[in-house]
């Protein structure tokens, strides 16, 4: 079997987006359409002739719509084989016709959990009917084709414009991979759902699942093949960014993007991150953006060369300015005034990113990475230290600026690759040290990178992101001037570290709470 002649479809949509273009298309065809509630409603309401799936079953939709399609009549027409002679007979003495197309899109059930629904809403957003005609459509596609989304209907269209009103077994076996792809998100999406409402973090069985947004040139090397796909959470950043200008952004424009978002998305004051290879190479916050920008890239200015910029307030013109002063290869923020569009127009090749919102740090959710054979599921870093965590460990407390200096050192740290060292003065990081395989080699990078930047940690605190397993890194620090100290504490040897701390008279404080990230 290789082509099908199209001459009845089943339409049964949630999302009617384009769905009177498309129904008129197949009626210009000539073929039967066939039809349920709402969408039959809107069909006829068009103009186009329509029959209710009830004239085909002989049996009304019940129970709020539970039950309408979940009958041999329907189902008998999508499985049928239409090669087998049996299978004919059967249809012939129950008075079954095929059903040649089926077009269904499902309750939106992701969106109802995105928006928080109550449980009850929740679970009525399950379709059943749905589901079932389009795996029986998919498993039949040698017969059938199948649509599952609006994004296909021209494709479908334009195929049996060329073939006469048939549709080839390429394009429905790809329709059928959709298909089945689709109903296995969805799918995904309820199990974790009815997990989390039983508090349970890890299920037996666990899906991750996305829509396609974008096919990319190509991975972190050009060798590789890659694509980005929405999870459907609608948690504002990369996936609901909306792309006012530039090149087309790259696998790594975009891991490094949503690294920076991420990471000034931890403060409330006006934030700048600038971010290289998934590691900050600036932060800092300022009483403006501006000032905040001209803080971060004082950091590392070098490095900053066509780094990310992600801002944590809607930009304006001054900032901008600044931004482009430097080669920058993307910047993201939740708006931007007229005056800074018009700055950001002139870098045509600046990919500029805007998401009107900022994402909540504390949002719980998964991070995800494949291991051989497997995968390696954990919930998100949402950990947050206050003030009022802290425990002075040295026999000197620290100040209130140093307090400040060294939440924002250990909030920066927490975005960092491991072993993480931060410097940070005046609510900015003066040196960052990130990826080393020793914990000094990133306090010694961390200072080194501070001096070619024309900075001096003198005075600047120094936040670790996990325990300091021995005294040297800190004694790194102080040689270098830093006078305070922030780190998660747990070592066998706290104790010396702190001694080293006391004999050099910095103030040291324990966090309680790690912060690695590979």
Not at 12 to 40: M, N, Y
Not at 336 to 358: C, G, I, P, S
Not at 450 to 474: K, M, N
Not at 488 to 511: F, H, K, L, N, Y
Request: charged content about 20%; overall charge negative.
């Amino acid at each position: 079997m290789t082509d099908v002649k199209i001459t009845r479809a089943l339409l049964s949509v949630s999302d009617k987006t384009g769905l009177i273009d498309f129904a008129r298309a197949l009626h210009g065809h000539g073929v039967e359409l066939v039809s349920t509630g709402g969408t039959a409603r809107a069909i006829a309401e068009a103009g186009l002739p329509v029959k209710e799936v009830a004239e085909l079953t002989g049996f009304p939709e019940m129970m709020d719509g539970r039950v309408k399609t979940l009958h041999p009549t329907v189902h008998g027409g999508i499985l049928a084989r239409r090669d087998l002679p049996e299978h004919t007979a059967a249809m012939a003495r129950h008075g079954i016709g095929a059903i040649d197309l089926v077009v269904v899109n499902l309750y939106p059930f992701e969106a109802t959990v995105a928006r928080g629904a109550a449980w009850d809403e929740t679970v009525e957003n399950i379709d059943i009917g749905g589901p079932a005609m389009i795996r029986s459509a998919a498993k039949n596609h040698a017969f059938v084709a199948v649509v599952t989304d609006v994004e296909d209907y021209d494709a479908v269209i334009a195929e049996m414009d060329a073939k006469g009103g048939a549709a080839s077994l390429a394009l429905r076996t790809r329709l059928a991979a959709t298909a089945y792809g689709r109903t296995g998100a969805y799918d995904s999406a309820i199990g974790r759902r009815f997990a989390a409402e039983t508090g349970e973090i890890f299920p037996r069985r666990i899906g991750f699942a996305g829509t396609r947004s974008a096919t990319l040139r190509y991975g972190e090397n050009p060798h590789q093949q890659a694509a980005f796909y929405a999870d459907g959470s609608n948690r504002p950043g990369i996936a609901t960014a909306r792309q006012v200008q530039g090149k087309e952004l790259s696998f790594n424009n975009l891991n490094d993007t949503d690294a920076a978002f991420e990471l000034v998305a931890e403060f409330d004051e006006p934030a700048i991150a600038i971010i290289k290879h998934a590691n900050p190479c600036g932060v800092a916050l300022g009483k403006t953006l501006a000032e905040a920008h001209a803080k971060a890239l004082a950091c590392d200015p070098v490095s900053a060369f066509g780094g990310i910029v992600a801002a944590n307030r809607p930009l304006d013109a001054a900032t901008a300015e600044q931004i482009v002063a430097v080669f920058t290869e993307v910047v993201i923020a939740p708006g931007a005034d007229a005056a800074a569009l018009a700055v950001f127009a002139a870098k045509k090749n600046l990919r500029l990113l805007l998401t009107e919102a900022m994402p909540d740090a504390a949002t719980p959710g998964y991070n995800v990475r494949n291991l051989a054979g497997g995968l390696l599921v954990q919930t998100r870093d949402t950990g947050h230290v206050a003030e009022g965590d802290l425990t002075v460990a040295t026999q000197r407390a620290p100040s209130e600026a140093e307090l400040g200096d060294m939440l924002f050192a250990f909030r920066v740290a927490k975005h960092v690759k491991s072993n993480a060292i931060v410097y940070a003065r005046d609510r900015a990081t003066v040196g960052i040290g990130a990826g080393q395989m020793s914990r000094l080699d990133s306090a010694i990078i961390a200072r080194g990178k501070a001096a070619r930047a024309g900075l001096s940690i003198e005075g600047a605190v120094v936040a670790s992101d996990a325990f300091f397993p021995f005294p040297d890194g800190l004694l790194e620090a102080a040689e270098g001037g830093a006078v305070a100290a922030i780190q998660p504490g747990g070592s066998m040897r706290d104790a010396e570290v702190i001694a080293a701390a006391d004999e050099r008279g910095m103030a040291m404080v324990m966090t309680g709470m790690r912060h690695f990230r590979h």
